[in-house]
């Protein structure tokens, strides 16, 4: 896409954005938005398929869409921030760890689900009742229950 800034016109890089009316910014950057999460969930499955720690370096270069090594850098920081990641000195900057397995960190989010509810026994009470007989049997065996 090309855009005329009064006098010239140029053509659009793939991370920028076009101006929207009245010369403002635009609302959604050309090329389209990864969902919300998506490239936390990509970064995190990279880390977990790593067979070492990863600088923000490293993840952006093993990255389906092109990124800014910042924004990187940010998603990085924020993840070992909520304790998805550990994190250790590398050079001038960090390398990163997943903090858990992937079944370890489904069960962390679980947690925060029930944490974040109002009535944690209709939370689980529906959890339960939705489960598949296999997944229900399985709980049971977990829980030490013969029932």
Known sequence: MTVDHGGGRRALGAQEQAPGPAGGPAREPVGGRRASGALEAEILALLHSAESALTPGDVAERLTTPLAHTTVSTTLSRL????????????????????????????????????????????????????SDADEDLLRRLLGSDE
């Open 80 to 131: 070992h921030s909520r304790g998805v990641l550990h994190r250790t000195p590398q050079g001038r900057g960090y390398a990163y760890t997943p903090a858990t397995d992937e079944s370890g960190l489904t069960a962390r989010h679980m947690h925060q689900v029930m944490e974040g509810g109002n009535d944690r026994a209709s939370v689980l009470t529906r959890f339960v009742d939705e489960l």
